[in-house]
């Protein structure tokens, strides 16, 4: 198998210290559309190995609180207002969990293991991408931002059109640390349609509510 050109933006991530190039692609979603505020609450959906939480925590500050979800198991380290949990977002009821208008933005890099099978992989990234939605649109408040990746095929369309439906204003975002040949690219939902809702009482724990845990604490 041939080597990889030299990558700049995996390079780069090393040496700035995150421990993913996908740091970049948020960046620059970010740089584009504002969808991350000082002080808000992010949830990060498909967070390992955390190169997006540990950006989400640095642009909100300790005031603010990034909870990460993963299949896989995080052993990094983060601030201490941010941490990563290991459960599938496909069958946590994290709505019921998270309760609404528990963050500002909800942020997805979610991708499915790729199969090589073109249209498999993209039926599945569609299935990732709208439990996204299903979930923004559970815990944001109005006004709330969202961002989720996608691999671009026939439902392409459809996912646009459901995320115009919940949000103000839509946009794609391909990043230039997104390579070229991916098929991937970004869709961004910015200020969620819908009554203002209170935030819940306590900031401090806005993750899950009593009862047994349903989601594994790395
Ligand atoms: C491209 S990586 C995320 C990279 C991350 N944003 C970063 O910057 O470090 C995609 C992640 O989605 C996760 N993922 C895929 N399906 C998932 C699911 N059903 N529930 C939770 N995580 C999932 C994978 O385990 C993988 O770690």
């Given at each position: 198998?041939?080597?990889?050109p ?22 620059e979603i970010?740089?584009r ?14 967070a390992?190995p ?15 609180k ?6 896989q ?7 201490p207002?941010?941490e990563?949990?290991t459960?599938?977002?496909?069958s946590l009821?994290?709505?019921?969990e ?10 997805s ?5 790729t199969?090589g099978?073109?249209f ?15 979930i923004?649109v ?7 931002n969202?961002?989720a ?11 646009q059109?459901?995320v115009?439906a ?6 794609v ?9 991916s ?9 969620r349609?819908?009554?203002p809702?209170a935030p ?10 009593s ?6 604490k790395?």
């Open positions: 198998m041939s080597k990889r030299q990558d700049h933006w995996g390079h780069k991530a090393r040496k700035e210290g995150y421990a993913a190039r996908s740091v970049y692609k948020l960046e970010d740089r559309a504002r969808i991350l505020k000082h002080g808000g609450r992010v949830l990060d959906l498909g390992y955390g190169s997006w939480t540990s950006y989400a925590a640095q642009v909100v500050g300790p005031r603010g990034v909870l990460g979800l993963d299949l198991e995080f052993k990094g380290t983060l601030p207002h941010a990563i949990r459960g599938d977002v496909l009821e994290l709505e019921k998270l309760g609404p208008a528990s963050f500002d933005t909800v942020i890099d979610m991708a499915p293991d199969t099978h073109r498999t992989d993209q039926a599945r990234s569609f299935r990732l991408f709208m439990r996204a939605l299903e923004a559970a815990v944001l408040p109005a006004g709330g969202f961002v990746k996608i691999f671009v095929g026939e439902d392409f369309h459809a996912a059109q459901a115009r919940a949000f103000e204003e839509t946009k975002i391909k990043p230039p640390a997104s390579r070229t040949e098929y991937e690219t970004f869709v961004v939902g910015m200020r349609r819908g009554k809702t819940p009482s306590s900031l401090a724990e806005p993750a899950v509510v009862g047994p845990p349903r989601i594994k790395s």
